[in-house]
């Protein structure tokens, strides 16, 4: 049974940093792809960073380059996300993902699983 558990969101004030875990069981991430993606109030779900299963490839959307960083630790079958110089615009849901088919791309439709989500307020 896949399960994707989120964890680290909270309160953070402009400027600072958090990491973002997510704990995979069910299946390996040699497998499948995991990605990040963040939904804020009336906006549509937007992927923030996305690693492929067998390289390791990573993609990140503009709005993060350069802040954000996505590694994932084997032995833990765990993903995380980095995130520095938070900005208020960063304010979201942020969900992890699972692609069984592996792919890099932050394509919400190819997102099989998905964890519960972790709150993350960006604010002074």
């Known amino acids: 049974q896949v399960q994707l558990v989120e964890s680290g969101g909270g309160l953070v004030q402009p400027g600072g940093s958090l990491r973002l875990s997510c704990a995979a069981s069910g299946f390996s991430l040699d497998d499948y792809a995991i990605g990040w993606f963040r939904q804020a109030p009336g906006k549509e779900r937007e992927g923030v960073s996305c690693?492929?299963?067998?390289?390791?490839?990573?993609n990140y959307a503009d709005s993060v380059k350069g802040r954000f960083t996505i590694s994932k630790d084997k032995a833990k079958n765990t993903v995380y996300l980095q995130m520095n110089s938070l900005k208020p615009e960063d304010t979201a849901v942020y969900y992890c993902a699972a692609d069984p088919g592996g792919r890099w791309a932050c394509v919400v439709d190819d997102y099989d699983y998905w964890g519960q989500g972790t709150q993350v307020t960006v604010s002074s």
């Open positions: 690693i492929s299963s067998h390289h390791g490839s990573t």
